[in-house]
């Protein structure tokens, strides 16, 4: 039998491997999301979240030291606030704990790119990402909100400001009261298609974050739908979004590839604590390789089309890619 084409003459050992592969991972392309909690050298264990914790600001130093040596290309921050009420003023609290994280990890590492998740739900004690007016969510006022928990993100030092809350028309508003303040150098991810996914479970309780009450699907993306996604990153993409995002990403491939398709901005994927979780779950019951199977999945939401990954495994990933560096897998 003879055979014109034999694709497997490029598989056939490591270095031909390497030479044809189509998509790549490096450490920089990795965005290490932090839990930021109250106290003084704290490292709580998160018991929904494998080998993920609490930190306090001064571990929180630490282990972005830790990621910065690593190249890690940002780290994004989380507060765990204690002290909530119904219209999340801590969130925007010049002392607050994310503002005061951001100013030590700015001192330590000025070069180290921070990010900050802006959303009301850890400081409400209903648990919304908005503020509740009677039964309703209220869009408007809570982006008035979301706009002073920006801008005293950006005093603090934050480079990257990421409002994950799917308030219509936010990201406008926070970039007109980011410039207003002086802040125009500072860059919004915009949470573009965030959908209502049960993937979000570890986070919530990570963040004690859980609506008290109903749901937030009014606010946040049926799963069922991609084209709702398009238009909502035209949305953002107009209202001055440099970066727009996916979030779940391994449910949601299919609208990080559409949504590569149809824009030129560059585009983020969370790979989400559900998705984590599961992935140490069943590789703690000796089902499947934790470290293949973190890798399989970091390459397939690259290979998707985003061009950065939000991943509670990137330092373990950005460990094993520097051990590649001069090796081939």
């Given at each position: 039998?003879?055979?014109?084409?034999?694709?497997?003459?490029?598989?056939r050992?490591?270095?031909i491997r390497s030479l044809?592969?189509?998509?790549?991972?490096?450490?920089?392309?990795?965005?290490?999301?932090?839990?930021?909690?109250?106290?003084?050298?704290?490292?709580?264990?998160?018991?929904?979240?494998?080998?993920?914790?609490?930190l306090?600001?001064?571990?929180?130093?630490?282990?972005?030291?830790?990621?910065?040596?690593?190249?890690?290309?940002?780290?994004?921050?989380?507060?765990?606030?204690?002290?909530k009420?119904?219209?999340?003023?801590?969130?925007?609290?010049?002392?607050?704990?994310?503002?005061?994280?951001?100013?030590?990890i700015?001192?330590?590492l000025?070069?180290?790119?921070?990010?900050?998740?802006?959303?009301?739900?850890p400081?409400?004690?209903?648990g919304?990402?908005?503020?509740?007016?009677?039964?309703?969510?209220v869009?408007?006022?809570?982006?008035?909100?979301?706009?002073?928990?920006?801008?005293s993100?950006?005093?603090a030092?934050?480079?990257?400001?990421?409002p994950?809350?799917?308030?219509?028309?936010?990201?406008g508003?926070?970039?007109e009261?980011?410039?207003?303040?002086?802040?125009?150098?500072?860059?919004?991810?915009?949470?573009?298609?965030?959908?209502?996914?049960?993937?979000?479970?570890?986070?919530?309780?990570?963040?004690?974050?859980?609506p008290k009450k109903?749901?937030?699907?009014?606010?946040?993306?049926?799963?069922?739908?991609?084209?709702?996604?398009?238009?909502?990153?035209?949305?953002?993409?107009?209202?001055?979004?440099?970066?727009?995002?996916?979030?779940?990403?391994?449910g949601?491939?299919?609208v990080?590839?559409?949504?590569?398709?149809?824009f030129?901005?560059p585009?983020?994927?969370?790979?989400?604590?559900?998705?984590?979780?599961?992935?140490?779950?069943?590789a703690?019951?000796?089902?499947?390789?934790?470290?293949?199977?973190m890798?399989?999945a970091?390459?397939?939401?690259?290979?998707?089309?985003?061009?950065m990954?939000?991943t509670?495994?990137?330092?373990?990933?950005?460990?094993?890619?520097q051990?590649?560096?001069?090796?081939?897998?």
């Open positions: 039998m003879e055979l014109t084409h034999r694709p497997r003459r490029l598989r050992n490591a270095p044809v592969r189509e998509t790549l991972l490096a450490p920089q392309q990795l965005i290490y999301p932090l839990f930021v909690a109250e106290g003084k050298g704290l490292r709580e264990p998160i018991s929904t979240m494998p080998g993920q914790h609490r306090s600001v001064d571990e929180l130093v630490k282990e972005c030291q830790m990621a910065y040596e690593l190249g890690i290309g940002a780290v994004n921050l989380f507060g765990y606030s204690t002290e009420d119904d219209k999340a003023t801590k969130a925007y609290d010049p002392q607050g704990l994310v503002q005061r994280a951001i100013r030590a700015k001192t330590a000025p070069d180290l790119c921070v990010q900050t998740d802006v959303a009301l739900d400081y409400t004690i209903h919304h990402d908005g503020l509740v007016v009677g039964e309703e969510i869009n408007d006022e809570t982006i008035e909100v979301l706009c002073r928990m920006a801008v993100h950006a005093e030092g934050a480079d990257w400001i990421a994950s809350d799917m308030m219509d028309g936010r990201v508003a926070i970039r009261a980011l410039d207003a303040s002086g802040f125009e150098q500072v860059s919004i991810l915009a949470y573009t298609a965030k959908y209502a996914s049960c993937f979000y479970g570890p986070f919530r309780g990570a963040l004690d974050s859980a109903g749901d937030k699907k009014t606010y946040q993306i049926d799963p069922a739908n991609w084209r709702e996604a398009l238009r909502e990153a035209e949305l953002d993409i107009s209202e001055g979004a440099d970066v727009i995002m996916v979030k779940p990403a391994l949601y491939l299919d990080v590839t559409r949504l590569r398709e149809a030129d901005l585009i983020a994927a969370y790979n989400v604590s559900g998705e984590y979780a599961m992935i140490c779950a069943a703690e019951k000796g089902w499947i390789d934790q470290e293949r199977a890798m399989e970091l390459l397939s939401i690259r290979r998707a089309g985003a061009d990954v939000l509670y495994f990137a330092p373990a990933a950005a460990r094993l890619l051990q590649q560096v001069h090796s081939f897998s």
